[in-house]
């Protein structure tokens, strides 16, 4: 009995990986695994239940007043607006034709699309919908390689995930209680860098390949100079123009993310409004989906507090703590341990599960390790070796939309693609790009400086 006691939070987490495969709502499995592990615990004298008490004061403490999770509705908001309004729509075609003359065009037109729309929203499954919706159809009729197709569209679409301002970067931030600002530019780089290794690839495929890819037909597109500036400034300018503003503002420090987050909604509202395409249905609509992605959000928030604590309370974290001090492990390979883990994980789970349960319970550990200089101090940003590791997680976890069987990406894009898109051919062209995401993540484990030197610029310069 001392045993089970002794290595309760083991059985408690290994409970919630099994429960997460029912397919039951995440939020109820987390919290109602810490409830019953409570009652488990209180059994086996290694919990009072007097301290659930303190849970719903942490929920309240920790995530109602939370001013960073506020930004959460608005960017969504945002990213939705966009999409429904029609923005999105006209930008890929002004994209296509300012790209027209370059190997793999459309492809290119797709991953830029995914890079603005990753600064403009960060709801992977609205991007990966709307970019299939979209291109996909034009891109078969251009005869694409349909594994090139794919591959790009829903890689591309998943960029939301980490270039600000991502939703999940937010939710690491607030868990690892880091700014959210510095987090944000941070993640700058390591986002732009894994899109242009993608369009890197498909430059240089389609260049040996150019029968993957055939090239847009003169004829379409704007007919003149004049229709072409039209387009530039209706269709291309103003969505710049407010990705600009929103990560501008943040980045020089004239507002924060969360009031960042409301110029974005208000910005796109506005676009939306240029565009005549808002009316009230398609407010209502976009307050409606905006309203369920956050109930979801904060529910998972209200049961991973409940896990947390109850987890910790049962001495979780001290037992890992211990368990890696005893280990002759050194620090690489622990890094390498976690990176490996949260890889497989995303095999099976969303990221959601993934952050709520490894990042609270690893990340004190990672801030304790010694990489012998590697890191380094870094003016102006507070604990570098916790935002470095935050960055490579998030890189990480963009491979957890991609990697089948449970790629939450491939089955967005596999659920709209038309019925001669077989998932075979989508599992196909997604491999590529899942090995630039782990050569974009070795590059950033190999060099801090491409997470670290954008925010100690931003706020101070490296000593």
Not at 91 to 99: E, R, S, T
Not at 182 to 199: D, E, S
Not at 269 to 280: E, G
Not at 356 to 369: E, K, M, N, S
Request: proline share 7%; net charge neutral; charged share 10%.
């Amino acid at each position: 009995m001392e045993f089970v006691t002794e290595y309760l939070p083991i059985f408690m987490f290994v409970t919630l990986a099994l429960l997460l495969f029912s397919g039951y709502p995440v939020a109820f499995i987390v919290g109602g695994v810490g409830l019953a592990f409570a009652v488990i615990g209180h059994m086996l004298g290694a919990f009072k239940l007097q301290q659930l008490s303190l849970i719903p004061l942490r929920i309240y403490g920790g995530t109602m007043e939370s001013a960073v999770l506020v930004a959460i509705p608005m960017f969504t908001f945002m990213g939705t607006m966009l999409e429904k309004s029609g923005v999105a729509r006209d930008l890929l075609q002004a994209l296509q034709v300012l790209l027209r003359r370059v190997p793999g065009g459309l492809a290119l037109s797709v991953t830029l699309m995914g890079t603005i729309m990753a600064a403009t929203t960060g709801i992977i499954g609205a991007s990966v919908v709307m970019m299939t919706l979209m291109a996909l159809p034009v891109m078969l009729e251009r005869r694409y390689s349909v594994p090139l197709a794919t591959g790009t569209i829903a890689a591309s679409g998943t960029l939301g995930i980490l270039i600000p301002p991502s939703i999940m970067l937010v939710i690491m931030s607030d868990l690892l209680s880091v700014p959210v600002g510095t987090v944000f530019i941070a993640a700058i780089v390591p986002g732009l860098l894994l899109a242009g290794l993608y369009a890197l690839y498909i430059f240089v495929l389609c260049r040996l390949k150019p029968e993957l890819a055939p090239p847009l037909p003169d004829d379409i597109g704007p007919a003149d100079r004049a229709d072409f500036w039209i387009m530039i400034l209706r269709s291309f300018l103003p969505p710049i123009f407010l990705i600009v503003l929103v990560l501008g503002s943040i980045f020089l420090g004239w507002a924060t993310p969360t009031e960042a987050s409301g110029i974005g909604a208000a910005g796109a509202v506005l676009l939306a409004a240029m565009n005549r395409q808002l009316d009230w249905a398609t407010f209502l609509d976009v307050c409606k989906r905006s309203a369920l992605t956050g109930a979801m959000l904060f529910g998972i928030f209200v049961g991973a507090t409940a896990f947390s604590y109850v987890f910790r309370a049962l001495g979780g974290e001290h037992l890992i703590v211990e368990f890696i001090q005893n280990s002759s492990v050194g620090p690489w390979s622990i890094l390498l341990v976690l990176m490996v883990m949260i890889f497989l994980l995303g095999f099976f789970f969303d990221w959601i599960e993934i952050t709520l349960i490894v990042l609270p319970i690893f990340a004190p550990i990672v801030g304790l390790l010694d990489f012998g200089g590697h890191v380094g101090e870094w003016d102006g940003i507070p604990k570098p070796i916790i935002i470095w590791f935050l960055i490579l997680a998030a890189v990480n976890l963009q491979t957890s939309f991609l990697t089948p069987p449970f790629g939450f990406a491939l089955f967005y894009l596999k659920g709209v693609a038309p019925p001669e898109v077989k998932i075979q051919q989508i599992y196909r062209g997604i491999i590529p790009f899942v090995a630039l995401q782990i050569f974009g993540l070795m590059l950033c484990i190999g060099f801090p400086e491409l997470v670290l030197w954008l925010p100690s610029w931003a706020l101070g310069g490296p000593q």
